[in-house]
């Protein structure tokens, strides 16, 4: 059973992305700050400690009061995260891989240790299941016939009904070919077995064939924050891409794309149907506030060619990514991307990709974003920018020859990029970091959900 964890929480992000980013994961690590905690929620940075390590037989009680510090930095977030006052109160999982003994001892901490907990956490978060018993596939089955005739109604089809014999047989393979997959994934998967013996289109073997291949597709996937090391990576050579991309996007083909105050067309055709937070404002598709927020972003933005750069990615053009992703193609080439494959990235393997052009899927099995959100928040003076784009909407069972069926949702998924720019150069912006995030899933039983109806 998944564990309830911030997974969002900033001082731990500070701790992962610095230990997924420095080459020597032997490096040890410090805070640049004395007090543990900021006054504003600000966390600390993460920095390289410098000469220290395990082969340091000797220290003085100033680096030994570093090494402490740290540790007990990184150990309060933990224990926030998980909601717990005492280590003993977290998961075995993740006190074996925090090494608990190892602390108050002046001992340093190092990124191969932070990049040890932050896995064992994902897992405790999004545990893999090594087998699902019938019982517990008979339970998920049950879930799913509440689901598809509930929150994931298609109201173009009757309700979805198994007699006992098809109940015993959606078990059974959920509980054969369920072993290895995430919970969120084996709701997921379960929706589709159930909907491919509920919807009567298709022949036993055919649904041993469905279930099978979806559960290839679906044995490796991950829930990701963003910033989560495991992607680290894959958000590096993301970055080289979406920096092309914005180059490409501020050259002269593309300058009749702004307007006068350096405002991105698709920008300001989101403005009516997305949500925004403009500098800690928010504007809800539904206020009908889109003048204002674009006032509120010129007067945030008042540079021109960073009001470019900024309304670029605050619009549909940051979606194409995770559209490309989730159809199994390449995102748009650029000039200096000209064949952009990222399947070959170590974290591209936990994205949900099945082909589009395979002929077991009638097209995306994503269904058009229902919620669209952008979010611009400012840090350093305004040197520094951070845009947060989020699409969220259903997943769709759409496998072929299912007739009405296929519109019938099999869970939710939310994709989020953070994109982090430099605004110190007045003459143009530059990417400097990017974060994916796949979060998919199924409403537990009874939780209110605005995506699906």
């Not at 930095?73 to 993740?94: C, I």
């Not at 959100?373 to 909407?393: H, P």
Request: hydrophobic content about 35%; some cysteine.
């Amino acid at each position: 059973m998944a564990m309830q964890v911030n997974l969002n929480d900033a001082q731990f992000r500070a701790f992962t992305q610095f230990a997924a980013n420095v080459s020597d994961k032997g490096t040890v690590l410090e805070a640049n700050a004395h007090s543990l905690t900021a006054p504003d929620g600000t966390p600390r940075k993460i920095v390289a400690k410098g000469s220290d390590g395990y082969w340091h037989f000797w220290r003085g009680q100033s680096s030994k009061n570093i090494n402490n510090d740290i540790r007990t930095l990184f150990k309060d977030t933990v224990l926030r995260m998980f909601g717990a006052k005492e280590v003993q109160e977290l998961p075995k999982e993740v006190r074996d891989a925090m090494k608990t003994a190892d602390y108050g001892k002046g001992r340093p901490l190092t990124a191969r240790r932070i990049l040890a907990v932050n896995k064992a956490i994902a897992k405790v978060a999004d545990p893999v299941n090594k087998n699902v018993s019938m019982q517990k596939a008979e339970g998920l089955v049950d879930d799913s016939l509440t689901f598809i005739n509930g929150k994931g109604k298609n109201p173009k089809v009757l309700d979805a009904k198994l007699d006992a014999g098809q109940r015993t047989r959606a078990a059974a393979l959920v509980s054969s070919l369920g072993r290895g997959m995430t919970d969120s994934s084996l709701k997921i998967f379960t929706n589709y077995v159930v909907l491919a013996i509920a919807c009567g289109c298709y022949k036993d073997n055919q649904v041993d064939f469905i279930a099978r291949r979806m559960s290839e597709e679906l044995k490796n996937v991950r829930n990701i924050k963003p910033g989560d090391a495991r992607l680290a990576k894959f958000d590096a050579r993301l970055t080289e891409y979406w920096q092309s991309v914005l180059e490409e996007q501020m050259g002269a083909e593309y300058v009749k794309k702004y307007d006068d105050e350096g405002l991105f067309d698709t920008f300001k055709g989101d403005s009516h149907r997305a949500s925004f937070t403009i500098a800690g404002e928010r504007f809800r598709r539904d206020d009908q506030r889109s003048g204002e927020m674009i006032d509120k972003f010129k007067d945030t933005i008042p540079n021109i060619q960073h009001r470019k750069a900024i309304s670029t990615f605050m619009s549909q053009l940051s979606g194409n990514v995770y559209i490309a992703f989730t159809t199994g193609q390449n995102p748009s080439p650029t000039p200096k991307f000209k064949e952009p494959d990222l399947s070959s990235e170590k974290g591209y393997e936990m994205l949900l990709t099945p082909y589009m052009n395979d002929p077991l899927f009638e097209g995306p099995i994503l269904q058009k974003a229902e919620d669209l959100e952008y979010t611009l928040e400012l840090s350093d003076g305004g040197t520094k920018a951070k845009v947060t784009a989020r699409y969220s909407g259903n997943l769709k069972f759409d496998i072929e020859n299912s007739g009405d069926c296929s519109v019938n949702s099999t869970g939710t998924y939310t994709y989020e990029t953070e994109f982090e720019f430099d605004l110190s150069d007045p003459n143009g912006a530059k990417i400097t970091g990017t974060h994916f995030s796949q979060m998919l899933g199924m409403p537990e039983i009874g939780e209110p959900q605005e995506f699906l109806a």
